[in-house]
């Protein structure tokens, strides 16, 4: 009894390794949702900052990727427009 119920040859084993392929890939999934929910949401799913963007400027200028003119054109600017 070579083939069971009479189907085609190979087509037990592709139908094995199809839903084995299938059962890694959802474990693989949720291990990773467990573990991002696990580190409280951060990554890319992390919300914004709440900072005040002159905070932020301020440390810009700081760093010194920007210069005292662009600092200074750049808070004039903010000033103006006020908090929204």
């Known amino acids: 009894m070579m083939w069971w119920y ?13 839903g084995m392929a299938l059962s890694v890939a959802v474990l693989i999934v949720l291990v990773v949702v467990i573990i ?27 760093r010194g990727e920007i210069d005292e003119d662009e600092y200074r054109q750049r808070l004039a600017v903010l000033e103006e427009h006020g908090p929204r």
């Open 6 to 18: 009479g189907g085609a040859p190979g087509w037990g084993w592709l139908t094995a390794a199809i």
């Open 36 to 62: 991002r929910l696990a580190a409280g949401g951060s990554g890319r799913w992390a919300a914004p900052s709440q900072r005040p963007p002159e905070d932020l400027l301020r440390e810009r200028f700081a």
